[in-house]
């Protein structure tokens, strides 16, 4: 069953909703990645729609936006000390991470870590 938001970057804007797409991310087993931004960085603003184009062309991946100034506490669980960090999260446990609007980096990261899951959706297709 397809959600609304999947395909789309979810903006997480209280840790408590945070928290909750966390939750569904380790329920669901996918692969969680989390773009820790902020409005007044440029790369960030250059990185966005790139990662909302990811976001539509992987379903199975769940992306998920934290604005550093709004939600500092989770930023500093996550030791995130420039923008843009993008985190890698499955099953709850930090996988990986990208520092910088590294696109090609933050694609390959992708691929790596969703190709079990696109392995698993492939298999059972």
């Known amino acids: 069953m397809a959600s609304s938001e999947e395909g789309q970057v979810i903006g997480c804007h209280t840790v408590e909703e945070f928290n909750q797409q966390m939750q569904k991310g380790n329920e669901s087993k996918k692969l969680v990645v989390i773009d820790f931004t902020a409005s007044w960085c440029g790369p ?9 184009d990811f976001a539509k062309k992987l379903p ?4 998920l936006k934290v604005d ?20 890698f999260v499955k ?18 990261k992708i ?15």
Do not use: Q, W, Y
Request: with cysteine; proline share 3%.
């Open 68 to 87: 550093v100034d709004e939600l500092r506490s989770v930023s500093e669980d996550f030791a995130v000390e420039a923008m843009p960090t993008f985190v």
């Open 111 to 125: 691929n790596l870590h969703s190709a079990a899951a696109a392995a698993a959706v492939t298999a059972n297709a």
């Open 60 to 63: 199975e991946v769940m992306f």
């Open 91 to 108: 099953e709850g446990s930090l996988i990986d991470r990208v520092v910088g609007a590294r696109k090609d980096e933050l694609a390959s």
């Open 44 to 52: 960030c603003r250059f990185i966005a729609p790139i990662l909302a």
